[in-house]
């Protein structure tokens, strides 16, 4: 707001709410939104990239059987590393659980429906997914990191709460991922991206 309560809010804000969720949702596939993972044995067959890590810190996944229930509570890590959208988590599973990609990572919803769900407006791409996030467990060295692919996101979830102001379950996701897996370092990554010159 400025001096005289005229709103400072650019106008072209929706379209910029409008191309985020496009660049979230891009690669989204049916399989993406099945509350169960998917587990096809022949992704191990694609495990291997050739990442030149360093000796005794290629990452190694640890899958959980059974498959952990979705509303159960995240396991402890000593580093948790959450990411955005479709590509990126295609980018994290091949580099950091090898042989277990996007459809392998186990469904988060704890909370969902009673916590989360009234903070989050009709539209949002949590709502579609039915969760807040997929998560999958590795180790590299002596740590132990739980990466997640969140389904919440800053500037697409919020319920207007007045002028000015609306819910954030973003955070509310962030309080809760820290308070049960307990790590002491989060890392957010995101996409980066160049252009040919």
């Not at 005794?56 to 952990?68: C, F, H, K, R, S």
């Not at 402890?76 to 599973?93: I, R, S």
């Not at 579609?128 to 800053?154: D, N, Y």
């Amino acid at each position: 707001m400025t001096a005289t309560g005229a709103s400072t809010t650019p106008a072209d804000v929706p379209e910029r709410k409008e191309i985020a969720r496009l660049l979230l949702d891009a690669g989204t596939a049916a399989i993406d939104l099945e509350l169960e993972p998917v587990i096809d044995q022949e992704a191990a067959l694609l495990a291997d990239l050739g990442i030149p890590f360093p000796d005794g810190l290629a990452p190694e996944p640890q899958p959980i059987d059974p498959v952990p229930a979705r509303d159960a509570p995240l396991p402890k890590a000593d580093v948790v590393v959450v990411t955005w959208t479709v590509a990126e988590l295609n980018a994290l599973a091949d580099v950091l659980t090898p042989g277990h990609p996007r459809t392998h990572w186990y469904r988060y919803t704890r909370g969902f429906e009673q916590s989360f769900l009234p903070q989050i407006r009709e539209d949002a791409p949590a709502r579609q997914a039915q969760r807040l996030a997929s998560w999958f467990p590795t180790k590299i060295g002596t740590k132990t990191v739980l990466c997640m692919k969140s389904e919440l996101h800053l500037n697409q979830d919020g319920v207007r709460t007045g002028d000015g102001t609306a819910t954030l379950p973003v955070k509310d996701l962030f309080r809760q991922i820290i308070e049960e897996a307990k790590p002491s370092l989060v890392l957010t990554v995101g996409t980066s991206g160049a252009r040919p010159t």
